[in-house]
């Protein structure tokens, strides 16, 4: 495989962001667009989100905000436990979903890999197993990715059984990275934690990438791939001021949060 590729990663429901995004890559002849998860949540757009990223043929990997409308909320007690605005969020969300859009939320794969010149290159939301993340285990410090080496394997499963509900063994028919470990990759690319880091565990190099609809900036960021070793970020401005104006406009669980996390000057 010898592809141009994009990736946005947590859009989190920011439609002007991700538009912007698609505007600046139209003539840069990318062959595949990826989104890295957490597409929807915490947003005030999800179901225009989700059909503008249809009608892109972006690709889509379920993060924990995909999860929680998978699933459902219910399923996570942390969130009622922890961020219950954040649990109506997720409910609200679904409900904003045509049937269309959620079939494509729910078809879209865990993880994905490719191979690009021999090399393995891992795509995730998160690489520890977000569907596995009942009691808020995902969370993470990005200082030491040998956290990554315990990404809530069967035997983390075994462990915390009895806080967790049987359902969670739906992970167990498609896990994360096909049940491979970090180490059997070259490199693994992923996203949820807003923030951009590069580490090295092993003869793996990680990449976290930062949020497209997120960045705690008044842009939209994105990141291009090229030949799968060069990896390049750009920040592109969005009409900011509208999507700040449209948050403040619509009623919606979640909004101070959202609001916190798209503003650079407001708060």
């Known amino acids: 495989m010898n592809k141009k590729i994009a990736f946005v990663t947590d859009v989190h429901a920011n439609l002007e962001a991700l538009k912007a995004v698609l505007l600046d890559l139209k003539d840069k002849n990318i062959d595949f667009i990826y989104c890295l998860g957490d597409l929807i949540g915490l947003g005030y757009a999800p179901s ?12 889509n990997i379920q993060g924990n905000a995909e999860a929680y409308v998978i699933m459902g909320a219910d399923m996570f007690p942390y969130l009622k436990r922890n961020n219950i ?3 109506h969020n997720a409910v609200w969300t679904k409900e904003q979903l045509k049937s ?4 494509y939320i729910n078809n879209s794969p865990i993880s994905i890999e490719l191979d690009i010149h021999n090399k393995k290159i891992g795509l995730c939301h998160f690489p520890l197993d977000v569907r596995y ?6 969370k993470y410090d990005g200082k030491n990715p040998q956290e990554f080496l315990k990404r809530n394997t069967l035997e983390d499963f075994e462990r915390y059984k009895p806080e967790l509900s049987e359902n969670v063994k739906i992970a167990d028919k498609n896990p994360l990275l096909f ?3 970090i ?3 070259d490199r693994v690319i992923y996203g949820h934690y807003h923030f951009e880091r590069e580490h090295t565990l092993g003869n793996t190099l990680l990449n976290s990438l930062n949020g497209t609809g997120v960045a705690i900036i008044d842009k939209a960021v994105y990141y291009i791939l090229e ?21 403040e406009e619509k009623d919606f669980p979640n909004k101070d949060t959202f609001k916190k996390v798209i503003s ?4």
């Open 183 to 185: 180490l059997d990759f």
């Open 100 to 103: 269309k859009e959620f079939d």
């Open 179 to 181: 049940g491979k470990r």
């Open 264 to 267: 650079w000057r407001k708060l």
């Open 133 to 138: 993340d009942f009691i808020g285990g995902w």
């Open 227 to 247: 030949n799968g070793e060069r990896l390049i970020k750009y920040e592109i401005p969005y009409d900011y001021e509208k999507v700040f104006k449209e948050v």
């Open 85 to 87: 605005e954040r649990y």
């Open 48 to 59: 225009e989100t989700v059909d503008f990223a249809m009608n892109h043929n972006i690709i």
